[in-house]
């Protein structure tokens, strides 16, 4: 098959993650396949061009791909993208954003192709209405690829796609590159003796991702147990503002490790935690830290929101909570208490992402999706 994958951004997110990661697999199971995704600033180091190129990948650049709706930037990209679609003649075009799935049914539709448009779509709590959806699922979606049950029924329910053309697939992870057995934690580096109780979030530090309530929850925690230890590996421009300064301030900040953005080290110090702690899905709905902890053999304290109690059953693979400061230390408290219960949690974590995290299962439920659709377009009408 000759794949187009088209992303909507320059910038390295979770949903572009996933997309790169999606047309190397495609392209190691023998098709052809272009990446197409949006040129970065001039001078920006960090994006998914500098991402793909890493991973061997040379992206295609030609358009301009926005990622929000510009009547002057998208009718550039309609009309170069009718031209560059007719010449390359693809089977499938997978689209993984709100306007590159615009762009490319624009340009297939007004050009009375019978090229296949697929989306996948990454949120966890339905999808946002109006015109455009309406527009993208109705009449430009020839298959919608969804990792949230949720999200299928809202679809269904607003009569946007008919059910059948939507498919529910996990999201994957790189399982070997978190495999507890293969990776080996860095806790000397952060100070942290072998027999310490640790916690752990990972996030962005912003405003809306309920740090207010973590830190409040982690002072009623440390009032019991004054030697616990929690990480927030991540960063953000006010990190200083919504966790460090307060932290202080409450008398909590020497129990708390920032250990800022991680790259390389990202497996070992995840390899830290006896648990992870994830409150609210962030620009990645699939939440694949929450995938990513599992596969390590972590269990997970989740909010009840969005498809994080999709991924983590309630007494399986961790603990599901109304995310109240109470209710987050009590969660904690459980887990500190018993390394009994977190062993058995976390063997369950492992299990689940060996069984539905694997890329290698995306991928040929992927394939079964265009195989499926190139079989009715060579059918009769």
């Known amino acids: 098959m000759k794949i187009l994958q088209i992303f909507s ?18 392209e190691r199971a023998g098709h052809d396949v272009v990446f197409a995704c949006a040129p970065p600033p001039e001078g920006q180091q960090e994006s998914i061009v500098a991402c793909a190129r890493e991973r061997g990948v040379e992206p295609f650049t030609g358009l301009r791909l926005n990622k929000h709706f510009s009547i002057i930037d998208n009718a550039h990209d309609i009309h170069r ?4 679609l007719k ?12 306007n590159d799935h615009l762009l490319a049914g624009m340009a297939l539709r007004s050009t009375l192709s019978k090229t296949a448009i697929v989306r996948t779509c990454y949120d966890g709590a339905g999808l946002p209405g109006g015109f455009r959806s309406r527009v993208n699922f109705s009449l430009m979606t020839d298959a919608l690829i969804t990792a949230c049950e949720q999200t299928k029924k809202w679809l269904a329910a607003r009569g946007y796609l008919p059910e059948k053309k939507i498919w529910k697939i996990e999201v ?17 580096k952060f100070g942290l003796t072998p027999d ?17 309530v973590l830190l409040e929850a982690l002072a009623i925690v440390l009032r019991e147990f004054p030697g616990f230890k929690f990480m927030i590996i991540g960063r953000g421009t006010h990190i200083e503002r919504l966790a460090v300064k307060p932290a202080q301030t409450m008398g909590i900040r020497t129990n708390l490790i920032f250990t800022g953005y991680m790259h390389e080290d990202y497996a070992a110090t995840l390899a830290c935690l006896d648990f992870k702690v994830f409150l609210v899905p962030g620009s990645d709905g699939s939440c694949r830290a929450v995938r990513e902890a599992m596969a390590m053999g972590k269990p997970v304290i989740a909010a009840r929101r969005g498809m994080l109690p999709e991924i983590v059953e309630n007494e399986t693979h961790g603990l599901i909570i109304d995310d109240t400061a109470e209710n987050i230390a009590g969660a904690i408290l459980t887990l500190v208490e018993d390394p009994a219960k977190r062993a058995e949690l976390g063997r369950n974590a492992r299990h689940k992402a060996l069984a539905c995290f694997d890329p290698r299962r ?5 394939l079964e999706i265009y195989e499926k659709l190139l079989g009715r377009r060579a059918g009769p009408a």
Request: proline residues 5%; charged residues 25%; hydrophobic residues 40%.
């Open 9 to 26: 951004n320059w910038k390295w997110t979770g949903p572009a993650e996933h997309a790169l990661n999606l047309a190397i697999n495609l």
């Open 81 to 84: 993208l009718r031209g560059y």
């Open 87 to 98: 010449q390359e003649a693809f089977d499938i075009v997978h689209t993984h954003m709100p």
């Open 172 to 188: 994957p992870v790189d399982i070997e590159r978190f495999d507890p057995d293969r990776v080996s934690d860095c806790r000397r």
């Open 196 to 212: 310490a109780v640790v916690g752990g979030i990972v996030a962005r530090v912003q405003t809306h991702r309920r740090f207010e």
């Open 362 to 366: 995306q991928t040929t439920q992927v």
